[in-house]
């Protein structure tokens, strides 16, 4: 028990979930609809994704997330649409969202495209008071007698994505509507933003340097910085630094805590041009969490079409 309580606090100033309520992946760069509306689209091609993500295997409580999107609903070029339902648990609590994703897609330059979008839906957030136990693990009746206590939130969020053939910017703010709902669930905003870039090295290889700040200004700022390698247009391989920094002077407890999260080691595989394998394994770098291992599989597929697009394949972000 005094374990997890450590490994707790140390949640709250990482950012890894529980402080900042959103879900958390490591292979991201595959799955930005659920990071930003406006990236719905992009791809022009219809894209299915799943994800599961398990942190801290073996701690009772350690947070587990899965999620679904569908991307490229609509052939119409000058406007994308997609769809993604996420399912986040850390501890008692447990937070689901479904969302419909849209954007208006207008070319700026030759290759150049500015997104703007918008995702709409519902969130469901429950507490399970069964899973609270005091320090000797005995039952506390005022947390066991409201059992399990649920509600239902409307959920809106905004974002803006540019790209060209190598680069692309987003940000994006989730819970706009910030509805203050019962059992304690207040669905603050929280604010991504992401850039990255394909450079060639070779014939065969490329480099994709990336970063991803996310924010809600009551904590430090989590910091992804991110290189990947593209082998032959059809192995990704990459590594991830995970860490928090005070870049907004925010005013918050316990930061004499390491900020340092995980290093995260990635392999993505296009078995055809249409399916994609991914592993990440996250390395934690905190001292009381260093013996437990993180697993994040994915699998995403493309229904290719016929007609020419200027998307690339595989694509690139």
């Known amino acids: 028990m005094k374990r997890l309580v450590i490994i707790l606090i140390t949640m709250f100033t990482a950012g890894s979930g529980w402080a900042q309520h959103r879900s958390q992946f490591s292979q991201y760069i595959f799955n930005q609809l659920v990071i930003n ?3 719905a689209g992009s791809k ?35 406007l994308g649409l997609g769809f993604h339902a996420t399912r986040d648990e850390i501890f008692a609590q447990n ?9 208006v897609k207008l070319p700026v330059s030759e290759t150049g495209v500015l997104s703007f979008g918008l995702a709409a839906g519902v969130s469901h957030f429950a507490v399970n008071g069964s899973k609270l136990i005091t320090g000797n693990d005995q039952e506390d009746p005022a947390v066991i007698s409201a059992q399990k206590e649920t509600t239902w ?42 850039v990255g870039y394909v450079a060639d090295i070779s014939h065969n290889i490329k480099v994709k340097p990336s970063i991803m700040l996310k924010e809600n200004f009551d904590g430090p700022t989590n910091v ?21 920094m005070n870049i907004f002077k925010n005013d918050f ?7 340092k999260d995980a290093v995260v080691a990635m392999a993505d595989l296009y078995v055809t041009k249409r399916l994609r394998l991914g592993y990440a394994h996250d390395f934690t770098l905190h001292s009381n969490m260093n013996d437990l291992s993180t697993h994040e599989i994915s699998v995403g597929y493309s229904f290719l079409r016929k ?9 690139y972000f």
């Open 44 to 78: 022009e091609t219809l894209t299915l994704n799943a994800f599961h993500r398990t942190q801290w295997v073996g701690l009772r409580g350690a947070p587990n997330t899965q999620t679904f999107s569908i991307d490229g609903l609509t052939r119409n070029k000058h």
């Open 253 to 259: 407890e316990a930061k004499g805590l390491s900020a």
């Open 153 to 194: 939130s409307p959920s809106l969020k905004a974002g803006i994505f540019f790209h060209t053939e190598r680069f692309y910017a987003g940000v994006s703010v989730t819970d706009l509507l910030g509805i203050d709902k019962d059992i304690n669930y207040d669905p603050e905003r929280h604010y991504f933003f992401n």
């Open 307 to 315: 007609e020419p697009t200027k998307m690339v394949t595989p694509r």
């Open 224 to 244: 992804d910085f991110n290189a990947f390698f593209l082998f032959g247009e059809r192995i990704w391989l990459g590594a991830s630094y995970r860490t928090a």
């Open 95 to 103: 937070r689901k969202n479904i969302e419909v994703d849209a954007a």
């Open 37 to 39: 509306p406006a990236y």
